[in-house]
Nanobody, 125 residues
Framework: QLQLVESGGGLVQVGGSLRLACQAS????????VAWFRRAPGKEREFVAA????????NYADSVKGRFAISRDNAKKQAYLQMNNLKPEDTAVYYC??????????????????WGQGTLVTVSS
């Protein structure tokens, strides 16, 4: 059973950067595709980015393309979300998720079986 723990959230000013990390344990991390989702205050959780088991294929929400980058280090059992040029609308709780559909970069929650508890990112203007 894969377990995921996010870290790296915090308070940042508009235009700043943050790097989120997702530490996996309890399972074969490299046998899972990984994604990041977020839930902004008063809104439903939404897709942010995904990558396959190898990290060679990625998928991004239009709202973060060119600003965010997803990556992973299978040896460390970690995934990352580098967030640049942050905007107030990026304020949300960010969740790491994993699926055994290791070759796909799916943007829908129902495909992901494993979730972290989330880390809060606040972008202040």
């Amino acid at each position: 059973q894969l377990q995921l723990v996010e870290s790296g959230g915090g308070l940042v000013q508009v235009g700043g950067s943050l790097r989120l990390a997702c530490q996996a344990s309890g399972g074969a991390f490299s046998a899972h595709a990984v994604a990041w989702f977020r839930r902004a205050p008063g809104k439903e959780r939404e897709f942010v980015a995904a990558t396959t088991w190898s990290g060679n294929t990625t998928n991004y929400a239009d709202s973060v393309k060119g600003r965010f980058a997803i990556s992973r280090d299978n040896a460390k059992k970690q995934a990352y979300l580098q967030m640049n040029n942050l905007k107030p609308e990026d304020t949300a709780v960010y969740y790491c998720a994993a699926t055994t559909l290791l070759g796909l970069v799916l943007p829908t929650e129902r495909h992901y079986s494993f979730w972290g508890q989330g880390t809060l990112v606040t972008v202040s203007s």
